[in-house]
């Protein structure tokens, strides 16, 4: 969906340091998620929000934090990058019951 | 617990042929139900929904799904497939009621043989 943008698209990291990545909308929506995909699991939710500086864990949390200080971005940080986070993660914003997803960003922990 | 299963990890079809992709939950009330596609390199991509009413919904690009309650079923299906439509097929459930939360499936992959 054009109005969601995910940075940096591509990403290669070493074990152990920390990564940041970005979730940018223009749709004012209230929610948005981080996933990650991983062959054989679909898409697993990390964190999600529902507002400014409201936050949630979601299923496959540990070593992930998030932050959201406006509404329309939404950050996601591996703390001490693990090669287990190697993955694709995407993003989606939402409102009701649809969801839109950004375009991704694959993340390689060496 | 909410889930979704996706029996078929992998399907091929030849082009012009019929397709449909199983899909069954788990959840306890009525569920709401989405079907999405991802094509290489891509994000995901709304087909589909299904909500209440009519148990036949319609998407775009040709395809259907039907939700049947009786068999916790919410198969996706095409009546000809195009090559266009090779892709990985994520079927998910809305498994909360105030957070939006998505369920996926595992996935299905979709190759089309000429």
């Known amino acids: 969906d054009a109005g969601i943008t995910q940075s940096p698209r591509h990403k290669v990291t070493e074990t152990g340091t920390p990564v940041t990545l970005r979730c940018h909308q223009t749709?004012?929506?209230?929610?948005m998620y981080w996933y990650r995909q991983d062959p054989g699991h679909g898409l697993r939710l990390i964190h999600y929000?529902?507002?400014?500086?409201?936050?949630d864990k979601g299923e496959v949390s540990d070593g992930y934090s998030v932050s959201r200080s406006k509404t329309e971005d939404f950050l996601l940080t591996l703390e001490s990058a693990t090669s287990s986070q190697t993955s694709v993660y995407f993003c989606?914003?939402?409102?009701?019951?649809?969801?839109?997803f950004g375009p991704g960003t694959r993340l390689t922990v060496l | 617990a909410q889930s979704v299963t996706q029996p078929d990890i992998h399907i091929t079809v030849s082009e012009g042929a019929s397709l449909e992709l199983r899909c069954n939950y788990s959840?306890?009330?009525?569920?709401?139900l989405f079907w999405y596609v991802q094509s290489p390199g891509q994000g995901l991509q709304l087909l589909l929904k299904?909500?209440?009413?009519?148990?036949l919904v319609q998407g775009i690009k040709g395809f259907e799904a039907e939700f049947k309650r009786s068999q916790s079923s919410f198969n996706l299906r095409k009546p000809s497939v195009h090559w266009s439509d090779a892709a990985e097929y994520f079927c998910?459930?809305?498994?909360?009621?105030?957070?939006?939360?998505?369920?996926f499936g595992q996935g299905t992959t979709l190759q089309v043989k000429p």
């Open positions: 989606a914003m939402g409102q009701g019951n649809e969801q839109f």
């Open positions: 749709e004012n929506h209230r929610y």
């Open positions: 929000s529902y507002g400014v500086k409201d936050t």
């Open positions: 959840y306890g009330a009525t569920p709401y």
């Open positions: 299904y909500f209440s009413g009519d148990t």
């Open positions: 998910a459930v809305y498994g909360s009621s105030n957070t939006g939360k998505l369920i």
